[in-house]
């Protein structure tokens, strides 16, 4: 939501690439709406109709992220009392959206790169081959470049994500913006707090508007019910 060059930019990319099937990354800080970029591209694509699967890898623990990713057989290791589908499965034939990929481990990401590169693999305590037909979009807050530098990112895995970069601009670039998603944030939440705000004073819209944000967007969504 907005209507600032910055914005502007961001959405003709994800025009360009949309129909393309090409792998993506969006780079942005928190809050910054990658997972609308991600799914905007999905709904632009010739998958809109499949599904659209999202995991966001920093919030799973290193140890459930491989069985969270490619699943597993019941056996598999102590806990596997079932059988599993991973997330590459699930999205066959659709878009898979991995937030914060910079936090999958080195010991992953040589795994991840396969599965880009050939559109197969295995499930944990399985050597069965499944292949799949999905399409990649990632995004992250972290320099990724700087962490290949530091070798604790795979270089070859940076350059297979990064095909086609889409840099999710930070609000306090979207000034802008920021009147339009205050009002539509004040008329969400008093909607649902059941309270009527008829206008915004122009004092509280000049000092929002001056703030930095460095929750960005999803601060602002935080920010506006207190408004009265």
Not at 10 to 18: H, N, P, S, T
């Given at each position: 939501m907005g209507d600032s060059p910055a914005l502007k930019r961001?959405?003709?990319?994800?025009?360009?690439?949309?129909s393309t099937g090409?792998?993506?990354l969006i780079l942005g800080e928190t809050g910054t709406g990658k997972e609308l970029l991600a799914r905007a591209i999905h709904n632009r694509s010739e998958r809109r109709g499949r599904t659209f699967v999202k995991m966001n890898c920093a919030a799973i623990p290193t140890g459930l992220l491989e069985s969270e990713l490619f699943g597993h057989e019941k056996g598999a290791f102590t806990g596997a009392i079932a059988h599993k589908i991973g997330r590459f499965e699930l999205a066959d034939g659709g878009t898979l959206f991995l937030d914060e990929v910079g936090d999958i481990p080195l010991e992953l990401q040589s795994k991840l790169l396969r599965v880009l590169q050939e559109q197969e693999f295995e499930r944990l305590g399985s050597t069965k081959t499944i292949r799949v037909d999905i399409r990649l979009v990632a995004a992250t807050n972290r320099d990724l470049a700087a962490m290949v530098t530091d070798k604790q990112f795979r270089n070859d895995l940076y350059y297979r994500l990064n095909v086609f970069p889409i840099v999710s601009p930070p609000l306090r670039e979207r000034q802008d913006d920021i009147p339009l998603l205050v009002r539509y944030f004040a008329q969400k939440h008093s909607r649902r707090m059941n309270k009527e705000i008829e206008q915004i004073p122009s004092e509280a819209m000049a000092a929002l508007s001056r703030y930095h944000w460095p929750g960005n967007v999803r601060e602002s969504n935080c920010t506006s019910p207190s408004l009265n």
């Open positions: 961001v959405l003709k990319q994800v025009e360009i690439v949309a090409s792998t993506v």
